[in-house]
């Protein structure tokens, strides 16, 4: 057996990242990874070249590629003409995916509208599951009655006002190892947006909700992006708590994400404006992503020191960028990875740890003295 050759077993330990002997042999059977050879005992040898593929492989399905989009990456050479060809079949493959997830969206909202019901639709909830065993739908009369069978569980909706918090419980996945404000933090984001699935792209660092709570108490400067933001935070306790909000894109015709990316970059007095943020401030960022992105570059310079980021810019290729650079900076975040974002979602995050210090009272009227005292 030649000295510099590894067994499968070396080999796997090797590579790492949870690579088994039966994942590196259904490899070959794909034929993402050439046949080694074999030792007069019949035993696969893998070389240092081996170590490499299998490690790119690794790397790539960890970001999320599929085995056959990997293979595809893996044949061709940076330098080679067919990376043309290779772009436009990754994109028949990307538009594939969005097929599937469309498929399986159907599939959820289907499931949603049965799991989602409260206990007010149970009863005729339960009639309905039955009858769907029992359905004949070989028939147009048979797909009218599928529709009468949901016509039935809607009629029930206008009976009461919908729970949220109880449709949540059955649909969210098991949180119980996170604490009771990051439980609620969750539920809010999912609220914002109607999507469940958003669940597991939510990112916060383990500090992020001491570090929101001790810089909110102390009337903490609040910095957002840009007006669109600041116009959908919980004012009154934000008030109440004595944070100030501070628009860096301070134009109020400015109201979409592209708007906010193409302003940031033309006037540079607002790159001065982030760079000039109060130490132990809360940066909340819901449109622009190079808002973001120089937000990152400020902290690693050392330049800006915000006690919490709160990252949520949209875009298809600097705000998934923008977020893991956000969450290498070694300082509390809460982000959304990859382009999922928006200014509602980058506000509902604020709001909801505003809310875990303040229970909203019966009246307001306290705080309105306060801002009544504000504006005079």
Same mark, same amino acid.
């Given at each position: 057996?030649?000295? +510099?050759?590894?067994?499968?077993?070396?080999?796997?330990?090797?590579?790492?990242?949870?690579?088994?002997?039966?994942?590196?042999?259904? !490899?070959?059977?794909?034929?993402?990874?050439?046949?080694? #050879?074999? +030792?007069? +005992?019949?035993?696969?040898?893998?070389?240092?070249? *081996?170590?490499?593929? @299998?490690?790119?492989?690794? =790397?790539?399905?960890?970001?999320?590629?599929?085995?056959?989009?990997?293979?595809?990456?893996?044949? #061709?050479?940076?330098?080679? *003409?067919? &990376? #043309?060809?290779?772009?436009?079949?990754?994109?028949?493959? !990307?538009?594939?995916?969005?097929?599937?997830?469309?498929?399986?969206?159907?599939?959820?909202?289907?499931? $949603?509208?049965?799991?989602?019901?409260?206990?007010?639709?149970?009863?005729?909830?339960?009639?309905?599951?039955?009858?769907?065993?029992? @359905?004949?739908?070989?028939?147009?009369?048979? @797909?009218?009655?599928?529709?009468?069978?949901?016509?039935?569980?809607?009629?029930?909706?206008?009976?009461?006002?919908? =729970?949220?918090?109880?449709?949540?419980?059955?649909?969210?996945?098991?949180?119980?190892?996170?604490?009771?404000? %990051?439980?609620?933090?969750?539920?809010?984001?999912?609220?914002?947006?109607?999507?469940?699935?958003?669940?597991?792209?939510?990112?916060?660092?383990? *500090?992020?909700?001491?570090?929101?709570?001790?810089?909110?108490?102390?009337?903490?400067?609040?910095? #957002?992006? &840009?007006?669109?933001?600041?116009?959908?935070?919980?004012?009154?306790?934000?008030?109440?708590?004595?944070?100030?909000? $501070?628009?860096?894109?301070?134009?109020?015709?400015?109201?979409?994400?592209?708007?906010?990316?193409?302003?940031?970059?033309?006037?540079?007095?607002?790159?001065?404006?982030?760079?000039?943020? +109060?130490?132990?401030?809360? @940066?909340?960022?819901?449109?622009?992503?190079?808002?973001?992105? $120089?937000?990152?570059?400020?902290?690693?310079?050392?330049?800006?020191?915000?006690?919490?980021?709160?990252?949520?810019?949209?875009?298809?290729?600097?705000?998934?960028?923008?977020?893991?650079?956000?969450?290498?900076?070694?300082?509390?975040?809460?982000?959304?990875?990859?382009?999922?974002?928006?200014?509602?979602?980058? =506000?509902?995050?604020?709001?909801?740890?505003? %809310?875990?210090?303040?229970?909203?009272?019966?009246?307001?009227? !306290?705080?309105?003295?306060?801002?009544?005292?504000? %504006?005079?």
């Amino acid at each position: 057996m030649n000295a +510099s050759c590894l067994t499968i077993k070396e080999l796997t330990d090797a590579v790492g990242g949870g690579l088994t002997p039966r994942m590196v042999r259904h !490899y070959h059977q794909l034929g993402l990874l050439p046949q080694p #050879v074999r +030792s007069p +005992s019949n035993y696969r040898l893998y070389t240092k070249k *081996d170590v490499l593929r @299998l490690q790119r492989i690794v =790397a790539l399905k960890q970001q999320g590629f599929q085995l056959n989009h990997i293979r595809n990456i893996l044949e #061709v050479e940076p330098e080679a *003409d067919t &990376t #043309v060809n290779l772009m436009g079949q990754l994109q028949q493959q !990307y538009r594939a995916v969005m097929q599937q997830i469309s498929q399986l969206r159907q599939t959820a909202s289907a499931l $949603e509208g049965l799991l989602g019901r409260d206990r007010h639709c149970q009863i005729i909830q339960a009639e309905v599951l039955a009858q769907l065993k029992l @359905l004949d739908v070989e028939t147009q009369a048979g @797909l009218g009655g599928l529709e009468n069978l949901w016509s039935g569980l809607d009629a029930e909706i206008h009976t009461h006002s919908e =729970a949220f918090t109880e449709s949540l419980q059955r649909l969210l996945p098991d949180l119980s190892h996170r604490s009771e404000i %990051e439980q609620h933090l969750i539920s809010q984001l999912v609220l914002a947006c109607g999507d469940v699935s958003l669940v597991s792209f939510i990112k916060l660092s383990r *500090d992020a909700i001491a570090a929101s709570r001790e810089a909110l108490s102390s009337s903490c400067q609040i910095v #957002v992006d &840009t007006q669109t933001v600041a116009a959908a935070l919980d004012q009154t306790r934000l008030l109440h708590l004595g944070c100030r909000i $501070e628009t860096l894109i301070d134009n109020p015709h400015i109201t979409t994400a592209t708007e906010a990316e193409l302003a940031f970059w033309q006037h540079r007095e607002w790159l001065e404006k982030l760079q000039q943020v +109060s130490k132990g401030c809360v @940066l909340v960022v819901g449109y622009a992503p190079s808002v973001l992105l $120089e937000a990152s570059v400020a902290i690693a310079n050392q330049k800006i020191q915000p006690a919490l980021v709160i990252g949520m810019p949209i875009g298809f290729s600097h705000a998934p960028a923008a977020k893991r650079q956000l969450m290498q900076q070694g300082i509390p975040f809460i982000t959304v990875e990859g382009t999922l974002g928006g200014g509602a979602l980058a =506000a509902t995050a604020l709001n909801a740890l505003v %809310e875990s210090l303040i229970d909203k009272p019966d009246c307001h009227c !306290y705080l309105k003295n306060l801002v009544d005292s504000a %504006e005079c």
